[in-house]
Structures are given as structure tokens and as C-alpha cells.
């Protein structure tokens, strides 16, 4: 299932998304096939699988570890594209990586490699939009959805400009700062979501952790909710993962549809 | 906006957060570069904080073993030990005019820690330097002279805890605390428009060159040769003499132990001589990378040039054939070391130890020609522990 249809899907029963985000390969290749199966039984709507890359820049200390784990058990882009084409999934998967990755790869052969991996969508965090142009095009043409970030920070002009080129979802950045768990909500949200004006899926992300938070964050507004580092944590503890990961995606998930709009 | 490329490198590939900071960094740089009261702050500190003009040095016993007349750029003579106050001068003070209240800064060696610590303290910032804990424990001396002008240090405990490590925890700070924070970047590398930024502030060392090797030979160099980790003291020094092409650049990077790949691993850090096509901290440039692109752990002898990329001008300077890449390794910087020190009684930096190298190397070919002038960017004192250590048969 591709992403717009997840969230026609999703709309017409008037409720936001649960987007997941796990490191591909943490701490194993092996686990992660158990690991997104756990995602979506607790209720998440798309997932997206981290490809995880030496230097990390936007990414927190959770992050960070998770990718160090999953390069040390020997994953890398062939092992990848292997691996999330073997996964057995109804949901819409979606790609997080670093550009180098797919600049060294080469732009066409990444993108169709995903496509063929059965990857809906591409997030490119240290990518901005005047560096994007081919990788752009290249998503365009083959179907892929390439997901922008916009962040507090980002101006009107360059709102518009990341609208007119981005597709799938808008990845809206809840907060200045990298990726990690936080325990409450930055005012920044509200008006964030309130500022980009688009018919495009808004999905927020960066600090959240919680059933709560996801409320406050639907009931701002947003189509969707992303939560990463809160998952990655669970992994991270060794302990009784499967289970918790899905634990949280339905406390995730309940906040989700608990909130009124 | 000026451009952002040099050929097919450079760029701005970061997180869509620092978008705008770097569009406010490009346009605060254009309205202050010009301005004579920032020009005659920046000459001030120039002059009288830092201790230029330094001098061009004619090393008359070198000259005579090598067969060659040999010039060094005494950037050693800098305040702090290295060309490196150059750049923290001048965008500490262009942070200031921008109305930045904080800096934070990586550091490899701890000299450009060193630098930004002191016009941090001089210049009334709150200071933050990034350092790789591998780094930290060669470089105490470097580390305790943060402290004690009032750097807070953190040390970086991922990737390969060195110089990248550190830029990139030092990106990380700069997104989050970006609205009164200052990303004082250390070499010309970068998004765009640092390298520009830094190979401008560092053009002073190239500009008295070119005065005072005109005033003591009557003639410009044959050959300029510097060291190259990021590549500031060489971009600082080659960039008045880009237009005169006569004139040969060696770029000199670090051969470290061999130039060879493990699986993570280079056992060197001459991104320029064998790096590929690729994107590191902001910047499209030749870097160190397996080949999916994960980014392989650099190693030199020297802490400053022990970095898996370089800056973006330089690769392009490389491709169109201006400049020599070209390398000398661990124990050849440290035979030049000692013989810097003992025939001109200058100890040298470990980083500029590798310019010094080449050229013992190259000197006797003829491919320098008559005139050489070496970029002496730092001096030595800071590695006396780390030589001491190898001495004493310890690995580094």
C-alpha cells in the first residue's frame, strides 16, 4: 500500500496516522522483521526503517546508538533492500537515511531499489530542498513519495517552495534540536501546524513519546504522529522488546484516536 | 547570494533547521565584510591580539641541505601556537555584530578549540568546544588552556571519538540551541558559506606572503606547500596566488600509517590523494568512504589533520589540476619534526611537520623549484606528550 492511500484510508474514518520509526538491522537484521510485525499488531499505520549512516548529524544520543548497533551487526544499503523486501507487511514503508547513502549508491539505482524493496516513501534528513532537485525528480518519476522536513525555524518562502516539491507527508519538526524522547509537547507544534497551510498529510515528529502527547499533537492539528526514539529505546533496553514495542504503539495509537478534534 | 559551489562540490546539505541560519551567517558576512568599523576591529585584533604581521622566515640551514631556498610562514608565532586565531578573530567578531551571545566550536587537536576559547573570553561569549575523547587524551595540555579561559569542553564519546565526531556533536548543538548560537566552524569546510567564510579570514597569511616575499626575493615563490586535515592554513595561504599559475600548491595531507583501508578504517587521512566523490558535514567534497558511503575512521600522528574529509575548494582546486595533492606519512612528519627543531631551533606543530616532510621528500627532484615557501601553521609544543609517547615505543 502506497502512502496516499493509507491516508484516504485513514480519513475516511476521521482519524490521524501512527508513524513509527525504527534503525533497520538493531540490533540485528534478524530482529527487525519481528520488530516492525510488533509496530503494526499495537496499531501503527506506516513504519518507516531507518538505513542507518556513520554520522548521523540530526539525530540524538537514542538514534546515534541504534545506528552504531546496527552498522557493528554488519548492515548496510544491499542488506537493506534485502531485507525490507522480505518483509511481510501491508502498510506503507518508508525510507530514512543520510544522502551520502544514496549519492554513493547512485540517485536512480537508490530509488529503484527502494521501489522494489517495496518502499513508499523517502526522508532525507540532511537534505534540503535546493539540494534535492534529482533525488526529487527521480522519486517523481517512479513513484516514490519524497518527504520533506520543516522545521520551526523554516521561513513562509521556504514553506511554499518545500510544499510545491514534497509529496506523501509533510514532516513537520516539532522542535528545534535533534531527535530524542521529550516529556512534554514544545508550544512550537501548535504553531507550526497552524502555518503550513497544505492538503498534504502534516506529521509531526521530534520529542514524542507518549499517549498523551500524541492527543495533544492530533488535537493541534496533525494528521499524524511520529514517534522514533521512544520505540528505539525499547530496543535499545534488550528486554521483553517485542512485546513493549507493541504496548506502546497501541498506548500511541489510543491517544491518537482518544483525541477530539 | 554568492554561489555555493566550487565546480561540482560544496553545498549546503544540512538539516532543514539550519537552513535559515546559514542564509542569516551568508548575509550577516556580506554586510559586515566591507564595513570599516568591522574591518578596522578586525585589523585591530589582527594586530595587537594576535600578533600580526608574523614573519617569513628564511630558513638558511635547511635551505643549504636541501639545495633549495626555503621560506617559513611563521604562523607558529600566532598567538595560541597556530594559524588558527585567524579565523576565530574574524568570525567572533562577525558573530558579535550579528548579535550572537554564544559559540560553539569542534575541535581536533585543540588548537582551534585554543583559538575560539580565546576570543570567546576576549570578546564576552559563552563558549562551547566539542572535542573527540580520543583527542582529549592527546591533547591534555591543549584542553586544560580551554578551560582555564573559560571554555566549557564536552567530550564526544561516538563514532571514532575524533575530529568528526566532534563537528558533527557540534551540528547537533548548533540545532538546538541555533537562535543565539554561533557555529564557529574551525577549517573551510562545511555548508556553504563557511569555506568561504574561514578561507577569507585565513587569506591574511597569503596576503603578507605575497608583500613580503616580494620585498625580501623580489619575486613571487616557484612552490607553496602546506599541510592539509580541512585545509584551512592551505586555502589561507594559497588563495591570494589561485590567479598566479606559475606558481605550484602542494597540498600535503597525512599518510599516517599506510595508505591502505581496513573495513572501517583508513590508515591515513588523505581524503584529496585517494578519497571519492561524497557528502560530509554540509558539503559535497572527496572524502574517506567504504562503498556504501558509510564514512571510514581517518588516522594520522597529528590530531589537526586527522579528518575522513576535506574542504570543498581545495577538491575542486584538485580536479582542475591547480593543486598537488600528495602525502607524507606518520614517520616522516615526525623525522621532520626533529629536524626542523634541531637545525633551525623552531619546533614545529606535528600537523605542519608533514608540509616540512614533502618537501625534504621533494626538494631534491627539482619539482619545488628555486623559491619555496612552507606554511609553518603551528608550533610544536603541544605534541611534545604525544612524541614523547611514541618514543617511549607507545602507539598514539
Sequence with gaps: ?261 | MTTSLYGKYGGQFVPEILMPALAELEEGYQRYKDDPEFLKELDYYLKDFAGRETPLYFAKNLSKKYGTRIYLKREDLVHGGAHKLNNTIGQSLLAKYMGKTRIVAETGAGQHGTATAMTGANMGFETVVYMGAKDIERQLMNVYRMKLMGTEVHTVESGSKTLKDAINEALRDWVTNVENTHYLIGSVVGPHPYPMIVRDFQSVIGNEVKEQIMEKEGRYPDSIVACTGGGSNAMGIFHPFIEEKDIKLFAVEAGGSGMTTTKHAALHSASLCVGEDGVLHGARTRILQDKYGQILESHSISAGLDYSGVGPELAYLADIGRLTPCHADDDEALAAFHELSRMEGIIPALESSHALAYVMKAAQSGELGDLVVINLSGRGDKDLETVIKLEQGGQI
Excluded at chain 1, 137 to 148: A, G, K, L, W, Y
Excluded at chain 1, 154 to 177: A, C, D
Design chain 1, 1 to 261: 500500500m502506497n502512502i496516499p492511500d493509507k491516508f484516504l484510508e485513514l480519513r475516511a474514518r476521521d482519524e490521524s496516522a501512527l508513524i513509527a520509526y525504527v534503525c533497520a538491522g538493531d540490533p540485528t537484521p534478524d530482529a527487525t522483521e519481528g520488530i516492525v510485525q510488533a509496530l503494526i499488531c499495537g496499531g501503527a499505520d506506516i513504519v518507516e526503517l531507518g538505513l542507518p549512516f556513520s554520522d548521523p548529524v540530526a539525530d540524538g544520543p537514542t538514534i546515534q546508538a541504534a545506528s552504531e548497533r546496527a552498522l557493528s551487526a554488519g548492515m548496510n544499503s544491499d542488506k537493506y533492500f534485502e531485507m525490507v523486501a522480505s518483509l511481510d507487511v501491508d502498510i506503507p514503508l518508508v525510507c530514512m537515511t543520510y544522502y551520502n547513502l544514496i549519492f554513493k549508491r547512485g540517485i536512480e539505482k537508490f530509488v529503484l531499489d527502494s521501489k522494489d524493496a517495496g518502499i513508499s516513501g523517502i526522508i532525507v534528513p540532511d537534505l534540503p530542498v535546493e539540494e534535492s532537485e534529482e533525488l526529487a525528480e527521480c522519486c517523481v518519476s517512479n513513484n516514490v513519495d519524497f518527504i520533506f522536513l520543516i522545521a520551526p525555524t523554516t521561513t513562509e518562502e521556504r514553506i511554499n517552495m518545500i510544499l510545491e516539491h514534497g509529496s506523501g507527508f509533510m514532516y513537520l519538526v516539532s522542535r528545534v534540536g535533534v531527535t530524542g524522547a521529550r516529556s512534554d509537547v514544545a508550544e512550537s507544534t501548535t504553531k507550526l501546524l497552524s502555518r503550513v497551510k497544505t492538503d498534504i498529510p502534516k506529521a509531526v515528529g521530534f520529542g514524542i513519546s507518549n499517549g498523551k502527547q500524541a492527543k495533544e499533537v492530533v488535537e493541534d492539528g496533525a494528521d499524524a504522529v511520529i514517534v522514533g526514539s521512544a520505540f528505539v529505546d525499547i530496543i535499545a533496553s534488550g528486554k521483553d522488546v517485542n512485546a513493549r514495542l507493541e504496548a506502546l504503539a497501541k498506548e500511541l495509537k489510543d491517544g491518537i484516536l482518544s483525541a477530539k478534534r
